[in-house]
């Protein structure tokens, strides 16, 4: 038995389900109401994999211009049909910064 503890990359992927590799660039943040969200970004790729518990972990693919301001309503936070709250949108937009270099015709 190994004493070296799991890559958080096979962590992250166990919590929401999706393909995640050391390939990526990966995100995690816990909510004040205890909902996870999982981001990665994969080198080459045009868009970023979002993973919300809320949602039933399911995927939604995020780029640079996803995060969205009064679309479904007035003053609410949307990243693509997934409504967020102000902390969420702030750390996506952070994991979006970071993760930018990656993706193809990025400065």
């Known amino acids: 038995m190994s004493d070296t503890p799991?890559?958080?990359?096979?962590l992250?992927?166990?919590l929401c389900g999706g393909t995640i590799t050391s390939k990526d660039y990966v995100g995690y943040f816990r909510n004040e109401h205890g909902e996870e969200l999982v981001f990665a970004q994969r080198r080459g790729e045009k868009t970023a994999r979002l993973w919300?518990?809320?949602?039933?972990?399911?995927?939604?693919?995020?780029g640079d211009r996803s995060i969205r301001v009064?679309?479904?309503m007035d003053g609410m936070i949307t990243v693509e049909d997934l409504?967020?709250?102000?902390s969420e949108a702030a750390w996506l937009s952070s994991c979006?910064?970071?993760?930018?270099?990656?993706?193809?015709?990025?400065?």
């Open 6 to 10: 799991p890559a958080i990359e096979e």
């Open 12 to 14: 992250l992927a166990r």
């Open 52 to 62: 919300h518990s809320d949602a039933e972990w399911q995927l939604f693919r995020v």
């Open 70 to 72: 009064g679309q479904v």
């Open 83 to 86: 409504v967020v709250d102000r």
């Open 96 to 107: 979006l910064t970071a993760s930018r270099h990656l993706r193809p015709g990025a400065s």
